[in-house]
């Protein structure tokens, strides 16, 4: 089945990166998932930290980003106040900003799939409507 997806950091990490263990599910992933991959600036953020000795894979994401397969979701000022609820309603898990930027991107954008390594925390994380996101790759 082919689906829409928000993409985490963990998942762009290993696809640009090929040492990396779930570089090979990962890529496996995106062929169950529609491009462009959604994701968002504090995703993209985590990303280059943890690429900051590796300039070449941040440009190969940038070429990602160029060819349409991901799509960079700005976030506006309505959406930095439900990040703030939902990092308040998930704290005792210590939701981070860029989780809750891609539930908020999921919610707004119809989405009921999430790119992530992260299993732990999504499979906690509900939409305002109560829906849990399918979390691909599977492991």
């Not at 928000?6 to 992933?29: F, M, Q, S, Y």
């Not at 070449?56 to 160029?66: C, N, S």
């Not at 979701?73 to 309505?78: A, C, G, R, S, T």
């Not at 703030?84 to 898990?93: K, P, T």
């Amino acid at each position: 089945m082919i689906r829409r997806a928000v993409a985490d950091t963990g998942p762009l990490v290993a696809i640009l990166r090929k040492r990396e263990n779930a570089h090979n599910p990962c890529v496996a992933a995106l062929k169950l998932l529609r491009p462009p991959l959604l994701t968002c600036w504090p995703v993209l953020t985590e990303v280059a930290w943890l690429l900051r000795n590796e300039p070449k894979r941040l440009t190969a994401l940038g070429g990602l980003i160029r060819s349409g397969s991901v799509r960079l979701v700005e976030l506006d000022e309505l959406a930095f106040h439900w990040i703030v609820a939902f990092l308040e309603r998930y704290s005792s898990v210590g939701a981070q900003m860029a989780d809750a930027a891609l539930m908020y991107i999921a919610e707004q954008e119809g989405i009921d799939t999430v790119l992530t390594l992260d299993r732990r925390d999504f499979s906690v994380y509900r939409t305002t409507d109560g829906r849990a996101l399918n979390i691909v790759p599977e492991t």
